[in-house]
């Protein structure tokens, strides 16, 4: 008898409805995760990474007239804090000395004793080191190419600050200028030659591998050091598919609306190289449980730069691999210029090749495609968007010269190129949507900004407001006759429904309100 009443109540419980709201939300963090007991550590081969996703296109895709909508967000569509983001600039808009600052700037490394090098560093296109300073903290060590002094160094430091204050976790990175001295060779520290044999490095290969690297005015070396992160590193994550071994990872990458919103960022800022390896996810512990932590790393291929020196021509204007620009170019004899051989890039050694005039942001790609960013739908753009034309002229300004461009006229080219970049994006990703946001119940009315008109891309549209009755359980409204305008409805009814439009109904955003707070938002 016992076992037949679990048997009913299991079938009741499937087939009621799920109501459309609960009583905390909307949500601000995600749920407290859950430890993570058994997490194995993965490598992902770049070539390997690049091949299935050109030619396979793996994870879940939309399907004509039934697109997947972002997940992992609250009722107001926006992704909680947790493992994978964190609301910041946006949100509560940061100081000039926040934005700065960044994920920090107070463990720079220390120059009171020798930094003592650890590993060589064998990954990656531009040579370095790890090493631990006099108070025993550990850093990534890496360096421009002598040709193109701080090509790489100074986007990895500015662009980390610039994700940070995005929402991303990323890690400290700071510019250190050095001598020969300052680095000492720890016992056994293995190299890996250009044959791929490994062996016990030696003082000379110290010095052999500073020969490569530029020094400033000074006759110091500069470098880029890169505060390991906390916990145990578990290799990068995919942006595709979920990670097995970790219980709180419910959510298709591809789905993730910080993923599919990242596309716009990296549009931004260039960064091309977005792609798997540039990614790492760390084991922490916080009360007792152990959780991943998902972290965006390696910033020194963006603002036009390949780390080893200034990106290709074609970066950001196509995919390393695209068989319709390789057509039109087979059969115009390639008499049809490519948008991206219109660019014009200034001779600057520090900056690569970033620019705005020829600049898409609707069209940009990464080298090759990436699920995430292929899944991108208008209101995934509208999430990114916001945050990116939340920085201002000055805050832009102000986060660049952490950089330390030693040409000033190289650091303002830098600063405009972002501010064109951010005003196309507003222009292009708010024309998507009706672009309102920050809703709000002030003195009995339904209030709102219009970012389009706030950051006078646009002029202020009229707008039709129908407001609903709205049954949470069974999802289903009841328009109240005459009930048009912004005041809020009086009525015992826990929940409605404001309908927004300005003339183009294919463009509408539904707000929720219980008992007179906004709880929810559709695009």
């Given at each position: 008898?016992?076992?037949?009443?679990?048997?009913?109540?299991?079938?009741?419980?499937?087939?009621?409805?799920?109501?459309?709201?609960?009583?905390?939300?909307?949500?601000?963090?995600?749920?407290?995760?859950?430890?993570?007991?058994?997490?194995?550590?993965?490598?992902?081969?770049?070539?390997?990474?690049?091949?299935?996703?050109?030619?396979?296109?793996?994870?879940?895709?939309?399907?004509?007239g039934k697109p997947v909508h972002a997940q992992a967000v609250n009722t107001l569509g926006e992704p909680m804090d947790g493992a994978w983001y964190t609301r910041r600039h946006y949100y509560t808009p940061m100081s000039t000395a926040d934005l700065v600052r960044g994920?920090?700037?107070?463990?720079?490394?220390?120059?009171?004793?020798?930094?003592?090098?650890?590993?060589?560093?064998?990954?990656?296109?531009?040579?370095?080191?790890?090493?631990?300073?006099?108070?025993?903290?550990?850093?990534?060590?890496?360096?421009?190419?002598?040709?193109?002094?701080?090509?790489?160094?100074?986007?990895?430091?500015?662009?980390?600050?610039?994700?940070?204050?995005?929402?991303?976790?990323?890690?400290?990175?700071?510019?250190?200028?050095?001598?020969?001295?300052?680095?000492?060779?720890?016992?056994?520290?293995?190299?890996?030659?250009?044959?791929?044999?490994?062996?016990?490095?030696?003082?000379?290969?110290?010095?052999?591998?500073?020969?490569?690297?530029?020094?400033?005015?000074?006759?110091?070396?500069?470098?880029?050091?890169?505060?390991?992160?906390?916990?145990?590193?578990?290799?990068?994550?995919?942006?595709?598919?979920?990670?097995?071994?970790?219980?709180?990872?419910?959510?298709?990458?591809?789905?993730?609306?910080?993923?599919?919103?990242?596309?716009?960022?990296?549009?931004?800022?260039?960064?091309?190289?977005?792609?798997?390896?540039?990614?790492?996810d760390m084991l922490v512990q916080d009360g007792g449980v152990s959780y991943i932590r998902h972290h965006l790393i390696d910033f020194g291929s963006t603002l036009g730069s390949a780390s080893y020196g200034p990106n290709t021509p074609r970066s950001g204007f196509e995919?390393?691999?695209?068989?319709?620009?390789?057509?039109?170019?087979?059969?115009?004899?390639?008499?049809?210029?490519?948008?991206?051989?219109?660019?014009?890039?200034?001779?600057?050694?520090?900056?690569?090749?970033?620019?705005?005039?020829?600049?898409?942001?609707?069209?940009?790609?990464?080298?090759?495609?990436?699920?995430?960013?292929?899944?991108?739908?208008?209101?995934?753009?509208?999430?990114?968007?916001?945050?990116?034309?939340?920085?201002?002229?000055?805050?832009?300004?102000?986060?660049?010269?952490?950089?330390?461009?030693?040409?000033?006229?190289?650091?303002?080219?830098?600063?405009?190129?972002?501010?064109?970049?951010?005003?196309?994006?507003?222009?292009?990703?708010?024309?998507?949507?009706?672009?309102?946001?920050?809703?709000?119940?002030?003195?009995?009315?339904?209030?709102?900004?219009?970012?389009?008109?706030?950051?006078?891309?646009?002029?202020?549209?009229?707008?039709?407001?129908?407001?609903?009755?709205?049954?949470?359980?069974?999802?289903?409204?009841?328009?109240?006759?005459?009930?048009?305008?912004?005041?809020?409805?009086?009525?015992?009814?826990?929940?409605?429904?404001?309908?927004?439009?300005?003339?183009?109904?294919?463009?509408?955003?539904?707000?929720?309100?219980?008992?007179?707070?906004?709880?929810?938002?559709?695009?």
């Amino acid at each position: 008898m016992a076992m037949r009443n679990v048997l009913l109540f299991l079938l009741v419980a499937t087939a009621a409805p799920a109501a459309k709201f609960y009583s905390d939300d909307p949500l601000e963090r995600e749920p407290a995760p859950r430890n993570v007991a058994n997490a194995l550590r993965r490598k992902v081969s770049d070539y390997y990474d690049f091949v299935l996703n050109t030619f396979a296109a793996p994870g879940e895709k939309h399907t004509p007239g039934k697109p997947v909508h972002a997940q992992a967000v609250n009722t107001l569509g926006e992704p909680m804090d947790g493992a994978w983001y964190t609301r910041r600039h946006y949100y509560t808009p940061m100081s000039t000395a926040d934005l700065v600052r960044g994920p920090g700037n107070e463990n720079a490394p220390s120059i009171a004793g020798k930094w003592v090098v650890v590993k060589a560093k064998s990954e990656g296109v531009t040579p370095g080191f790890e090493f631990v300073d006099s108070k025993k903290r550990r850093y990534v060590l890496k360096f421009d190419p002598l040709e193109y002094p701080e090509i790489a160094t100074a986007p990895d430091v500015l662009v980390s600050k610039f994700f940070f204050a995005l929402g991303y976790h990323v890690p400290e990175n700071y510019i250190v200028h050095f001598t020969r001295d300052q680095l000492e060779l720890g016992p056994d520290v293995e190299l890996v030659d250009a044959k791929g044999k490994s062996r016990k490095m030696t003082s000379r290969d110290v010095t052999e591998l500073l020969i490569r690297v530029p020094k400033d005015k000074q006759g110091r070396y500069r470098g880029g050091a890169s505060l390991f992160l906390q916990g145990k590193p578990l290799g990068p994550y995919k942006y595709y598919g979920v990670r097995r071994d970790d219980p709180n990872d419910t959510v298709r990458h591809e789905h993730r609306r910080n993923l599919r919103g990242l596309s716009v960022f990296c549009a931004w800022l260039g960064h091309d190289d977005s792609r798997a390896i540039n990614s790492l996810d760390m084991l922490v512990q916080d009360g007792g449980v152990s959780y991943i932590r998902h972290h965006l790393i390696d910033f020194g291929s963006t603002l036009g730069s390949a780390s080893y020196g200034p990106n290709t021509p074609r970066s950001g204007f196509e995919y390393l691999f695209e068989w319709k620009p390789a057509i039109r170019q087979f059969l115009t004899l390639g008499l049809a210029p490519p948008k991206w051989a219109l660019a014009k890039y200034p001779h600057y050694p520090a900056v690569g090749r970033f620019e705005g005039d020829r600049f898409d942001a609707a069209g940009w790609v990464a080298e090759y495609p990436n699920p995430a960013f292929t899944n991108r739908l208008p209101a995934d753009a509208f999430w990114a968007a916001k945050q990116v034309m939340a920085f201002t002229d000055e805050q832009i300004r102000a986060i660049v010269k952490t950089g330390e461009f030693s040409d000033a006229a190289a650091e303002k080219y830098v600063a405009d190129t972002l501010i064109k970049r951010r005003d196309k994006i507003g222009k292009a990703f708010f024309a998507q949507v009706l672009p309102l946001d920050r809703f709000a119940v002030r003195d009995g009315r339904l209030v709102f900004d219009n970012l389009a008109v706030v950051h006078k891309l646009s002029a202020a549209p009229g707008y039709t407001m129908q407001w609903s009755v709205f049954d949470n359980d069974k999802e289903t409204r009841s328009p109240l006759s005459g009930q048009t305008g912004p005041q809020v409805p009086s009525t015992s009814a826990p929940y409605l429904v404001c309908d927004i439009h300005a003339g183009d109904s294919s463009k509408t955003v539904s707000v929720y309100l219980r008992d007179g707070r906004v709880v929810g938002i559709d695009r």
